[in-house]
T-cell receptor, first 116, second 114 residues
Framework: EPEVTQTPSHQVTQMGQEVILRCVPI?????FYWYRQILGQKVEFLVS????????KSEIFDDQFSVERPDGSNFTLKIRSTKLEDSAMYFC??????????????FGPGTRLTVL | AQSVTQLGSHVSVSEGALVLLRCNYS??????LFWYVQYPNQGLQLLLK??????LVKGINGFEAEFKKSETSFHLTKPSAHMSDAAEYFC????????????FGQGTRLTINP
């Protein structure tokens, strides 16, 4: 069964460093998403991406964040200068290219980012 | 703006007992509603979804949920809990049209006592 994969599973970085979180969405999906979950808090939407551009982003997704689909398989989230408060579990998700909101999103296992 | 409230951050039931996890939503129009489950060290897995067809929705692993517009609720139930049901459960809402982002509740950790 196809699945969304994410690497690494755990990333430790120093405050101020750049990190890139990688995701491989399901191959025939067209919409891609990043969510994050700070420990003990709810899962929060960061950004959605379609047709090589951001379709929606949340207030959390400021200038320190960027997303990219560098090739036909990877979808990356970059944090330019990490802060302590960026420590969280980051989930990638993908689904088919329909505009209807009932389209199930398939989630990856997450990358736990720890900023020291 | 849409929002979701899950009552009870932690629910504990005995094996074989009824499971009831509560979810209320806030939306100007009836949205699509989802329940996701997260097992330890795993991603989010869809349990079931409501998409304006039948109000009683059956999902995987014996779970079901009923959409009640008058109560703006979408509670998750299972008649008989199993040890393998221990996990974190998230209710989420998505608009019917337009942006597909999911808005999640705070999550409910379900513990099953032997």
């Amino acid at each position: 069964e196809p699945e969304v994969t994410q690497t690494p599973s755990h990333q430790v970085t120093q405050m101020g460093q750049e990190v890139i979180l990688r995701c491989v969405p399901i191959s025939n999906h067209l919409y891609f998403y990043w969510y994050r979950q700070i420990l003990g808090q709810k899962v929060e939407f960061l950004v959605s991406f379609y047709n090589n551009e951001i379709s929606e982003k949340s207030e959390i997704f400021d200038d320190q964040f960027s997303v990219e689909r560098p090739d036909g398989s990877n979808f990356t989230l970059k944090i330019r200068s990490t802060k302590l408060e960026d420590s969280a579990m980051y989930f990638c998700a993908s689904n088919f290219g329909r505009t209807s909101g009932d389209n199930e999103q398939f989630f990856g296992p997450g990358t736990r980012l720890t900023v020291l | 703006a849409q929002s979701v409230t899950q009552l009870g951050s932690h629910v504990s039931v005995s094996e074989g007992a009824l499971v009831l996890l509560r979810c209320n939503y806030s939306s100007s129009v009836p949205p699509y509603l989802f329940w996701y489950v997260q097992y330890p060290n795993q991603g989010l897995q869809l349990l079931l979804k409501y998409t304006s067809a039948a109000t009683l929705v059956k999902g995987i692993n014996g779970f079901e949920a009923e959409f009640k517009k008058s109560e703006t609720s979408f509670h998750l139930t299972k008649p008989s809990a199993h040890m393998s049901d221990a996990a974190e459960y998230f209710c989420a809402v998505s608009p019917v049209q337009g942006a597909q982002k999911l808005v999640f509740g705070q999550g409910t950790r379900l513990t099953i006592n032997p």
